[in-house]
């Protein structure tokens, strides 16, 4: 008999896994997938440390959190900063100092705040969606040039009918900073995440290849409580209706040569060009191997959205309107259960980072303890 079983090896997994195992409870985790780590997984090709499921850079504010991923790995001093390519025009992100200096040639922060106050004149009330929301932030030329394609082809979705939230994520700055992320910490596990999930389920009985909902019935039998990672409306078998996700496929090509394009993240920003990014892996540590040594070759990652179909990998929550009100009525579902927990991006239907999910697991588990 097992105190929790827990399904899924991502990092929610992994973390409730590790606090429950070392606070004296008998842990079993479980993974439909053939490895652990979820969609952070990264697996070691031509020396570089490939970012199977689209590009991961762990950030925070969270000073426990940082402190509790030190016990798991060494993170290196990698900053994102993001370049887009709009018909070829390369741009800073995000949008900062640079990136008005490129758009329009002014200089002084002054200038930009006046550039971008009178395009924002055209919104006059609170921004409904992510399109009045952008303009109101930065202005229609940035909104054209670097908003408006990359998120369409991100989300599948005009961004009329979009969130506003969704672009509340990048800051917006008036120094000449790229730092992509607004937090005091930031990096990359050296080695790879994969290694940094190991380390945390180090000790723990994992089992590979296994989908929980096809053999929910016997795995009950031998637990007391569950925490399930899984998408919750599969769970509940879609019977209040389906939930929708973007999903995201790679087309991962090796290259002969050092360097493919300069940077770990470059976004292509306009309507035309299928995908929405290209990853090139080898600079999240630098284009070095463990041992300091240049790596010769280079493994990129073209990265293409699409929406979601059953069968498919589930990346991103669409927190709209309509997808918010059937989650709703699932975790009121949820709520009544006596034994399963559930928790995690596609356990909750939240656009969580890395970050959010440590602090959720871990207080999950203060929760259940
Ligand atoms: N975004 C954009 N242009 C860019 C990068 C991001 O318009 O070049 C918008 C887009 O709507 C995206 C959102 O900002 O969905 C959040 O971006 P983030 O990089 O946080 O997305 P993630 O890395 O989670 O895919």
Not at 133 to 142: E, H, M
Not at 174 to 182: H, K, L, M, R, V
Not at 214 to 239: M, N, Q
Request: glycine fraction near 8%; aromatic fraction near 14%; charge should be negative.
């Amino acid at each position: 008999m097992y105190d929790f079983l827990i399904v899924g090896a991502g990092l929610y997994g992994a973390v409730c896994a590790r606090e429950l195992q070392d606070a004296g409870k008998k842990v079993i985790v479980i993974d439909k997938r053939s490895h652990i780590g979820g969609n952070i997984f990264t697996e070691k090709i031509e020396g570089i440390n490939v970012h199977k499921y689209g590009a991961h850079i762990f950030h925070t504010n969270d000073k426990d959190v940082w402190s509790y991923v030190q016990r798991f790995a060494t993170f290196n001093r990698f900053t994102n900063s993001p370049v887009a390519n709009y018909k070829g025009q390369l741009y800073s992100l995000p949008f900062n100092m640079y990136t008005f200096n490129q758009m329009w040639g002014i200089v002084t922060p002054q200038e930009a705040e006046n550039k971008i106050a009178e395009q924002r004149r055209e919104i006059s009330e609170e921004p409904r969606n992510l399109e009045e929301q952008a303009i109101s932030l930065v202005g229609r030329d940035i909104y054209e040039r670097l908003i408006k394609g990359y998120t369409e082809k991100q989300w599948g979705r005009s961004c009329k009918e979009l969130p506003s939230f969704i672009i509340k994520r990048l800051p917006v700055r008036f120094t000449f900073d790229n730092n992509y992320f607004n937090a005091l910490y930031q990096g990359i596990p050296v080695g790879g995440y994969t290694k940094m999930v190991e380390s945390m389920l180090e000790g723990i009985e994992v089992r590979l290849g296994i989908d929980y909902l096809k053999e929910r019935l016997e795995f009950d039998r031998h637990v007391e409580s569950v925490i399930y990672t899984g998408p919750i409306d599969a769970y509940y078998g879609y019977s209040l209706g389906t939930l929708e996700y973007r999903s995201v496929f790679f087309e991962n090509e090796i290259y002969d040569c050092p360097n493919y394009q300069g940077n770990a993240v470059v976004n292509y920003t306009d309507e035309e060009t299928p995908w929405t990014r290209i990853i090139e892996h080898k600079w999240f540590e630098f284009g070095k191997d463990e041992l300091g040594n240049d790596l010769p070759k280079t493994v990129i990652s073209r990265e293409y959205s699409l929406e979601w179909k059953p069968g498919s990998e589930p990346y991103y929550p669409i927190n709209d309107l309509k997808n918010s009100t059937l989650y709703n009525k699932y975790k009121a579902l949820s709520e009544k259960e006596k034994k399963v927990y559930f928790g995690g991006r596609l356990g909750e239907y939240k656009y969580y980072d890395m970050d959010q999910i440590i602090a959720s697991a871990k207080a999950r588990v203060k929760n259940l303890l």
